[in-house]
Structures are given as C-alpha cells and as structure tokens.
C-alpha cells in the first residue's frame, strides 16, 4: 500500500500562488480536470475519479480527519474504458455519497504533489501530498509539508481537516 502525508489549506485565491508554484518545481504547472464520485463504504473513502480525457482511476484510501499534515495509506487502479461500467455497479452496490468537481494546477516538487485546487461550490485550495519511501515515518512527510507550504506563504493560512467531499451538501 502506497503512503503520504498530506495537508490542505483553504486560500482567497490562487492567481498570485501560481508564480511561486512555478518556481518552486522549475516547470509549467500542469492543468488536470477531475470529476471524483465518492461511494458509501464502511471504512475510508472510495473514488472514482474521472478525467478529462476520458480515463480514470478507482482509489481506496484511509485518513483521519484533522487540521495538521496526515498520514494517508491509499491503493489506486488505473480503470480504463470499464469507467462508466464500474460507476453503474458501484452506485447500485454502494450509492453516492458525493461528488466533486475541480480544476487542479498539478507542480511536481521533489517527491511531493503541489496541487491548487478550484473545486466547484468550495473555492480555492492548496494541497500538499508528500509521498513516503517504505523506511520513511510520517513525521518526514510532515516537516516536508510544512516547509513547502512555508514557500509558498501560507503557514498561517487556514487548515482544512477533511476532505473536499465531506464539504459538499448531503445527496439526496
């Protein structure tokens, strides 16, 4: 099972966080439309995320909610052309429990994922996934994190201690 630790943060907007983004990868950020479906499941969170081109990944994965940097274990399969098929079974084995669209400017720094995120309905995010080696504990992760988003100006901005689909309204 793959491994991160992760922090998100609420921000005004993300214009000015684009330039500094930028220089902390040395490349162009690059733009990824996703549609997640989050299932009903018994323990952690269940997604299909949808891009769009046409692909998609089905991840499981187990985070406690809270403020700080969290540890995250996650297992991801690449879906293919059996996207929409997978979906109709899902919602009839599990149903919906939210969806969520956003825009993300995906920087690639180190080992870690630098996302911004306009998530529709939410506003405006930053999210840091710094992915563990095997011998790694979840305190590296967390100094990695909060360096990072120290660059980028934010180590007051406001956590976020849940995911974005627990910020949807209810389905129903």
């Not at 733009?31 to 991840?59: C, H, T, W």
């Not at 100006?153 to 389905?171: F, I, M, N, S, V």
Request: include cysteine.
């Amino acid at each position: 099972m793959a491994r991160n630790v992760e922090i998100k943060v609420r921000v005004e907007s993300l214009d000015a966080l684009h330039q500094r983004a930028v220089a902390l990868s040395g490349a162009a950020l690059e733009l990824i439309e996703q549609d997640d479906v989050f299932y009903s499941v018994a323990s952690g969170r269940l997604k299909l995320r949808r891009f769009a081109d046409g692909s998609a990944e089905l991840i499981h994965y187990e985070r406690p909610d809270g403020s700080g940097a969290r540890l995250s274990d996650y297992e991801r399969v690449a879906v293919g052309e059996a996207a929409e098929a997978l979906h109709r079974v899902l919602v009839r084995g599990l149903g919906v429990r939210a969806c969520v669209r956003k825009q993300r400017w995906l920087a690639r720094v180190g080992r870690s994922r630098l996302h911004l995120d306009r998530v529709e309905g939410l506003g405006d995010f930053v999210e840091i996934e710094v992915v563990l080696e095997d011998t790694e504990c979840e305190a590296d992760g967390r100094q990695v994190a909060e360096q990072l988003l120290a660059a980028l100006g934010l180590a007051e901005a406001p956590r976020l201690a849940t995911a974005y689909a627990d910020l949807q309204p209810p389905r129903g």
